[in-house]
């Protein structure tokens, strides 16, 4: 009787050794394809390419229909008033944050990921406008449309050029210097993630701890 | 360090997002939940199981302040006529979300407790006045089940009681981009500072409509729990500008909140908060002699200054609290 349980003790080992191995392995085959499918998508903004002409908003204005007086995405001027030769602008807009805290405190969940990109984005339908997200937002880059009175933000064109086919939001389109690439950082073919490659970038307040996927390329005085 | 690529400018260009009526919305639910705290933690541990003059104005405090909390809380909305969706869509990493499950469980358990408290009032009200036999049976059946869970229905009301004053606090320390906001101690502060205008509410309505006597055992109960209370929130108020003064950059540009010469919010904490909340009570109650303590005057304002002071304790975080962000 021992040694029948214990022979059918090591058959339990091996037949059960083999299912986790082989159904483990199945496993982590399957998240890694997962992954590779799953898109990170983002935008650069380079500094050392802008002038500050601000096509971008009015490209923005006329993809995104906000009201005149609102936008959602603007350029600052961060010129140093004592020394005006060197310009110097800055992209205002929404960062698309790994960790979004728009999305985790939306009390509706109009407030969502897109489930195809990934990208931050709105059900307007769903918004009841308590401007939780307005709040909860570390960039301060969310609004509330003066004339829906639902919250926005800069969610890359999604709904108003990529789910229509379009390859890249308007803003990139209408940019006349180069200063706004966007694609796939999880593609390593794409522009974006061969710039990052090559470039230094900066995220914005990243201490914030949410992951923005914003990267900004900083110019740099000569000579630094 | 500040540099250009940052960006210093956001959306809403300095203005304040969250305003009075989130405020007032804090107090109300606050007062609310701190009141039915008190007086169900009271008569859970008294002998006298009838419905005494504390509980009665508890009980009143805690179903109207609620209800009107609610008002405030939808008119603030941009579309208050879909707030509706608030209820049947949930995301429960979203406090407010988790604050409207527990606030549509907690506003009927204040309204059932309102019940029980006035169960005699109503009684004689559906006998003399109203006159409908079968409409009077029936509120006898629901009082008399009731009677049997009243001391489950009592201290799940008092659990949601808790979770009510502290959800408040999460509620906005949850914004990670105001220093002032984003603290520990603000759950707990709520929660203490809820403690302190429910019971002055609750010593001025029980005053103003059902005792008289500022001596009883519950009164005087009530009057001496208040300086406990109050040391706890000036211990936590204190403990919110220390973690300020020693904390990181944003968290010292923050720290102007308190300046004058900053913001005129300041004025609301200093004037508002420790002159009103604060000052006036104690120099009353210990400044002027027994004379002046025991008069009437002086515990209509001294109640009634400890109510002002809470709310301008949340009015004060909210517009300095998102005047000072990252």
Redesign the interface.
Known sequence: MSVKSRRNFLKGIGIGSLALGTGGYALSEKTQTEQKLKKHFSMIYD?TKCVGCAECEDACHSVNLVPAAQ?RMFI?D?T?PLNVKER?F???SCQQCEDA?C????????CHRDSITDIVTMNGD???????C???????????NEET??AENCDFCLKSRLEKGGEVPGCVEACKYDALVFGDLNDKKTIISRILEIKDS?R??PE???KPSLR?I??VRQGV | MQ??????????HGHV??GWMIGVYLVLAGASGGALVIALVRRHYSVNKENTALLKSASLIGFTTVAFGMVFLVA?????L??W??LI???F?????IG?AAISIYIPLTLVVFIMAFEEEIKSILENKIKISKLTTLVVEITKILKKARPTIEFTTIFFAIVICVYTGFL?S?????PLLNTAVLPILFMVSGLAAGGAATRLVSYLFFEKDHHSLDMSLLHRLEWPVMFIEILLVAMLIVSLLIGNEYQKIAMQAFDVYATGWAYLFWVGVVGIGFGIPLALNFLFGSKVAHSNWAFFISGASSIVGVLCLRLFLLYAG?TF??
Request: glycine share 4%.
């Open positions: 500094q936008n600052q961060r140093d110097r800055v992209r205002v805290p999305v985790n405190v939306c009390p509706t969940a109009a769903d918004c009841i406008g308590c401007a939780y307005l709040v909860a937002c570390p960039y301060d880059v969310r609004f509330i009175n639902m900066v914005q307040k914030m701890g949410t900004y900083p110019a | 540099m250009v690529i940052d960006m210093t400018e956001g959306f809403s997002i969250w603030d909305l941009h579309r208050p879909y707030f969706k608030i869509n949930y995301n990493t979203s406090v407010m979300s409207v906005i949850v914004l990670v981009r105001f998102q962000g990252a």
